[in-house]
């Protein structure tokens, strides 16, 4: 029987949902539904909450208090992935972990109980790579970009998140523009599934309020028998390792099947199972059965079908995917033609890859991209103006449709 545990990071920063929540979890664990609950914060973001502190500690959690990182990455990746790491110390071997922040996601008996009672036995296909012992639940995905996976609540086994709590600075340095969802989830897979990498080398990033453009662009996208390959590999990837719909979302099959993949991608029909963020125009996948329509046939046939078909027939063989070459000073073809069609939209990431092209394959030149990684200022202006800023940016991505559910 499964033991049961809640790790609980991030920061308080609205008092009353945080203790909302941690008093929700104090009644799972005396009521014996959970065998633990981790706390971890930061120093400093505990000595201003002691009253909290206290509570947790009455309410019989484990507590973990950490130094902030002068380090500062994109997303504060370098610090999510340090105090999911810390926590999952504190919890014992073996055990499965229900990863909650304070701030965000939800937190009723529901969830609760979709957890406990989920199967997560993965069936691997013959020859692919043993990456977790068990599938991660998770709420949901973006359709269009590979790794860019929910992490504001997650549930899976110990030593598989601490998979995802492993940061790896490659994913700065190696690949372009990559959202924090990315960073967590690209670390256990880069070695085994370098396709993605060889996409991710000049990824484009998402086009928030242009709708038209945006809608152009997945027809780029559609175009490149590349992206394909890319897409099914990712759909393959969400199949085997992760279990979508941890907020209780389910797909339809006989739905799904008066919806062409074009209409997914350009949220063109509304349904179950996925859903539309206008402000950023993007597609999530929020159920199982949506990725299963996607690599069974079950969707509308339109003019990608059967293009799309020979590629999830093609990433069916893990050796193909593990063909790829995720070199940047030479590209993968059909990678470097993606890149240079995206090229004309706006926004468009730098790349990694090698701009001189020379025909001799000597002489190199990878310019244009710059690492977001800095020092933090250890004073309290600064912290107060990063604060701000954090909040800030968290209303204007609320009001382009990210909320706690993307």
């Keep these: 029987m499964r033991k049961n545990w809640v790790i609980f990071c991030g920061l308080l920063r609205n008092r009353d949902q945080s203790v909302k929540k941690l008093e929700q979890l104090r009644d799972w664990l005396s009521s014996g539904r959970l065998d633990g609950v981790v706390c971890c914060w930061w120093r400093r973001e505990s000595d201003l909450n002691p009253d909290i502190v206290d509570f947790a500690l009455k309410s019989g959690f484990r507590v973990v ?30 055990a499965f972990v229900l990863k909650m922040r304070p701030d965000l996601g939800p937190s009723g008996d529901d969830l609760l109980e979709r957890v406990v009672g989920a199967n997560l036995t993965i069936n691997l296909p013959e020859g692919w790579p043993k990456i977790f012992e068990y599938k991660i639940y998770v709420a949901n995905a973006f359709a269009i970009a590979p790794y860019y996976i929910h992490d504001i609540t997650f549930y899976g086994l110990r030593e598989d998140l601490l998979k995802l709590a492993n940061f790896d600075l490659s994913s700065e340095y190696i690949c372009a523009s990559l959202a924090p ?20 080398q000049a990824y484009s990033p998402l086009l928030f309020g242009e709708a038209d453009l945006s809608r152009q662009r997945i027809d780029v996208f559609l175009s490149s028998d590349f992206y394909l390959d890319v897409f099914a590999a990712y759909m393959r990837l969400l199949s085997v390792y992760f279990h979508l719909g941890l907020y209780g979302s389910s ?38 059965e949506v990725v299963t329509a996607v690599l069974t046939d079950g969707l509308k046939s339109s003019a990608v ?40 939209f706006p926004m468009h990431s730098d790349t990694k890859y090698d701009r001189n092209a ?12 710059h690492d977001r990684i800095n020092v933090t200022v250890d004073n309290d202006p600064i912290r107060d103006l990063e604060a701000e800023l954090s909040r800030m940016r968290r209303e204007i991505d609320q009001l382009r449709g990210i909320n706690e559910t993307a």
């Design 65 to 94: 208090q950490i130094e902030e990182p002068k380090l500062r990455t994109v997303g504060h990746t370098l610090h999510q992935s340090l105090t999911w790491w810390y926590a999952l110390q504190a919890v014992p071997r073996g």
């Design 181 to 200: 969802e990315q960073f967590f989830y690209r670390s256990p897979f880069a070695e085994g599934f370098p396709i993605f990498d060889a996409y991710l």
């Design 358 to 369: 020379d025909p001799e394959a000597r002489h190199f030149k990878v310019f244009g991209h």
């Design 251 to 288: 797909g339809q099959p006989e739905a799904l099947k008066n919806i062409s993949l074009e209409d997914l991608l350009k949220g063109d029909v509304p349904g179950d199972g996925y859903n539309f963020l206008q402000g950023a125009f993007v597609a999530t996948i929020d159920s199982q």
């Design 305 to 344: 079908t059967s293009r799309l078909e020979a590629a999830v027939q093609r990433t069916a063989d893990y050796n193909y995917l593990a063909s790829f070459q995720a070199n940047p000073l030479m590209p993968v073809e059909g990678a470097k033609a993606l890149h240079e069609a995206l090229a004309e």
